[in-house]
């Protein structure tokens, strides 16, 4: 192998270490079997969620986990192996993978790493079951919101009910 060839290869490797470092979570999954269409649907509805999904070769991603830290993911690098990197919203990969692969069966969770710690499949399909980031916040919007709306609600009530008496005393 050219010196060449092995310096891009490490530079691969240096790259998808930085990615399983700096990511929020992480999901390998086996793509096996699955259309071109339906591969391109999963990743427009990763992109728009802004997730990223890369094949990577089984051998750099060996190696980029080594690197990281990440020695319990090795088992996971066989097969056809996609790597799916949520950066902002951790729960955004997992969710869209997780409910991909229950309307797809030949799409296959494998592993992944969750907040810096390799995670089973039971703790990423755990993770995917959380409301995503949006969610919460419109959840806590409603519940800072509700305590104004009720007071508008009252004070409504208060003055419609003035009104119809100021109205039947005329």
Same mark, same amino acid.
């Given at each position: 192998?050219?010196?060449?060839?092995?310096?891009?290869?490490?530079?691969?490797?240096?790259?998808?270490?930085?990615?399983?470092?700096?990511?929020?979570?992480?999901?390998?999954?086996?793509?096996?079997?699955?259309?071109?269409?339906?591969?391109?649907?999963?990743?427009?509805?990763?992109?728009?969620?802004?997730?990223?999904?890369?094949?990577?070769?089984?051998?750099?991603?060996?190696?980029?986990?080594?690197?990281?830290?990440?020695?319990?993911?090795?088992?996971?690098?066989?097969?056809?192996?996609?790597?799916?990197?949520?950066?902002?919203?951790?729960?955004?990969?997992?969710?869209? $993978?997780? #409910? =991909? &692969?229950?309307?797809?069966?030949?799409?296959?969770? %494998?592993?992944?790493?969750? @907040? !810096?710690?390799? +995670?089973?499949?039971?703790?990423?399909?755990?993770?995917?079951?959380?409301?995503?980031?949006?969610?919460?916040?419109?959840?806590?919007?409603?519940?800072?919101?509700?305590? $104004?709306? #009720? =007071? &508008?609600?009252?004070?409504?009530?208060?003055?419609? %009910?003035?009104?119809?008496? @100021? !109205?039947?005393? +005329?």
């Amino acid at each position: 192998m050219s010196e060449q060839t092995v310096a891009i290869k490490a530079k691969k490797v240096a790259s998808v270490t930085e990615e399983l470092k700096n990511a929020s979570s992480v999901v390998i999954i086996n793509y096996r079997g699955l259309t071109v269409a339906e591969v391109t649907d999963l990743r427009q509805q990763l992109r728009n969620e802004g997730v990223k999904m890369e094949v990577i070769k089984n051998k750099v991603m060996d190696r980029a986990a080594a690197e990281a830290g990440f020695d319990d993911l090795k088992p996971t690098f066989n097969g056809p192996t996609a790597v799916v990197f949520s950066s902002e919203d951790p729960v955004a990969g997992p969710k869209i $993978v997780h #409910n =991909f &692969a229950k309307t797809n069966d030949k799409l296959k969770l %494998k592993g992944g790493v969750i @907040d !810096g710690e390799v +995670a089973s499949l039971e703790e990423i399909t755990a993770y995917a079951a959380l409301p995503s980031r949006e969610e919460l916040l419109s959840t806590l919007a409603n519940i800072l919101q509700a305590p $104004v709306r #009720n =007071f &508008a609600y009252g004070v409504k009530a208060i003055a419609d %009910k003035k009104q119809s008496d @100021d !109205g039947d005393a +005329a």
